[in-house]
């Protein structure tokens, strides 16, 4: 049982941590004129990457949830907005709100003692809860990188944020 609860714990502070923390971070203080701007080289926006991770989040949540319910999104066109897809400020506060919501959702599957993290889901090639969680841990981690670094390249960063790898 105390296994149980460390590998609940240690989940739990990755997805606070790397998925939650990390982003709100990472997008804190975004100026609003840029959310729609596409930056060097890329073929999506600030709003786009964000709206990516909520919609990613909400497609490993509904098929953890209920796997059997689940219905596939059409890969990689169901996962982003469409390409020029503009956001608005309160938009862009809904789809972070929304990664929130969903985040915290996330974690309290993963608190509740209830909850198998590495029983099968049902109609599922073995996934589990855990291997879930997982997921979303090194994608949420990935994409929040990729956010920081564009904010770099894009100058986006308040004057005070500093420019030091190593924070």
Do not use: C
């Amino acid at each position: 049982m105390a296994t149980d609860q460390a590998t609940r714990d240690h989940l739990l502070t990755m997805l606070r941590g790397n998925a939650g923390r990390r982003l709100e971070g990472a997008a804190k203080d975004f100026p609003m004129d840029a959310i729609n701007s596409y930056p060097p080289n890329v073929d999506y926006t600030p709003w786009h990457l964000l709206e990516h991770l909520r919609i990613s989040l909400l497609d490993i949540f509904e098929y953890t949830r209920d796997p059997a319910r689940y219905v596939a999104r059409k890969h990689p066109d169901d996962y982003w907005p469409a390409h020029d897809a503009r956001a608005e400020p309160a938009q862009w506060q809904q789809t972070l709100e929304g990664y929130q919501s969903l985040l915290q959702e996330l974690e309290e599957m993963v608190s509740d003692p209830q909850t198998d993290l590495l029983a099968p889901l049902p109609n599922t090639p073995g996934h589990t809860v855990f291997r879930e969680a997982g997921l979303v841990i090194g994608h949420m981690s990935y994409h929040i990188g990729e956010f920081g670094i564009l904010r770099q390249v894009m100058q986006t960063w308040p004057p005070d944020h500093g420019t030091s790898a190593r924070g």
